[in-house]
C-alpha cells in the first residue's frame, strides 16, 4: 500500500514537525540509495512515527502477522495501518519466528530497501537500553550492507506504556550515526561469540547516540518480572 504510506507522509508529517517540533540529527548517514540496516532502540509506539520522518525513503520493520489477521472494520483499518507505516508481516509457518524474520529481512534488503529493526525485541520497559538479541548481527553479516545505528529521543516521555495519545510539550526526535563495518567477521554468522560481540557493539553505538543508561538484561524478561510470570522461552533468547 505505497500510497497508503505517501497520504501518511503528506498528512501526517507537517502535523508531527508543527505541533511536537521533533530535533533530528545525522539523517545524512542513512543512504540515499541501495540496502541497509538501520538499527534502533525501542521506546514507545511513537518510534514508528518519528523514526522514519526525517528520511525521504521508505523504512520497512519487521512485525507480527497478527496485525494483519484481524476481522471487520478494525482489522482491515490494523492492516492498512500497518502497512501503510512499513511493517511486513513475519510468516511463521516455515519454521521458527527467528529464522523466519532473518528470510524475511534479508528479502527486504535483497531488494534494495531499507529495513529498520530493534534488537532489544520488543518495547523497553522504562527509558533504559537493553540488551540486543543476536538476530541483528546474523542479519548483517548474511547482508553485508551498511549497519547505521538508531538512537529514539524522548520518545518514552511523549508516549510512555499505556498512553493512547502522544503528550503535546514533549520534543522527541531520531538521530543517526555513521554506519559501522563488521565485514572483518563476514562468514562468520554461526559463530555465537562473534554473534554477541557485534551485538554488543551494536547496542552501544545506539548508547552513545542516545544517552541512555545501558542494562545488560533482556528487556522482555524485565517485563515478565514487572507483569509477575515468568518469561518464556522466547523471551530470553537470542
Known amino acids: 500500500m505505497l500510497w497508503f504510506w505517501i497520504l501518511l507522509r503528506i498528512v501526517l508529517s507537517p502535523i508531527l514537525y508543527v505541533v511536537w517540533r521533533p530535533r533530528n540529527a545525522g ?7 541501495g540496502p541497509a540496516l538501520l538499527v534502533s532502540n525501542h521506546l514507545s509506539f511513537a518510534d514508528h512515527f518519528f523514526g522514519p520522518l526525517p528520511v525521504m525513503r521508505r523504512i520497512f ?14 482489522g482491515l483499518f490494523s492492516k492498512a495501518f500497518f502497512t501503510g507505516v512499513g511493517v511486513v508481516p513475519v510468516d511463521r509457518t516455515g519454521g521458527s519466528a527467528a529464522e523466519a524474520a532473518l528470510d524475511t529481512g534479508l528479502r527486504i534488503l535483497r531488494e534494495g530497501k531499507l529495513l529498520g529493526i530493534y534488537p532489544e525485541g520488543t518495547r523497553a520497559p522504562d527509558n533504559r537500553l537493553y540488551r540486543g538479541k543476536t538476530g ?19 520518545t518514552f516521555e511523549l508516549m510512555p506504556p499505556g498512553s493512547r495519545a502522544p503528550k503535546v510539550g514533549v520534543r522527541p526526535g531520531v538521530r543517526f550515526g555513521k554506519p559501522l563495518d563488521f565485514s572483518r567477521y563476514y562468514g562468520q554468522e554461526d559463530d555465537r561469540e562473534v554473534l554477541r560481540k557485534i551485538t554488543d557493539e551494536i547496542m ?17 524478561e524485565v517485563k515478565a518480572e514487572l507483569e509477575g ?7 530470553d533468547d537470542d
Open 27 to 33: 539523517v545524512g548517514n542513512v543512504p540515499k540509495r
Open 61 to 74: 520493520f519487521i512485525g507480527k502477522a497478527d496485525y494483519f489477521t484481524g476481522k471487520g472494520v478494525k
Open 136 to 154: 541483528v548481527a546474523r542479519l548483517a553479516l548474511k547482508s553485508r550492507v551498511p549497519v547505521v545505528p538508531m538512537a529514539m529521543i524522548n
Open 204 to 220: 552501544q553505538a545506539i548508547r552513545a547516540l542516545s544517552g541512555q543508561e545501558y542494562v545488560d538484561r533482556y528487556a522482555a
Open 229 to 235: 510470570r515468568t518469561p518464556r522461552p522466547s523471551d
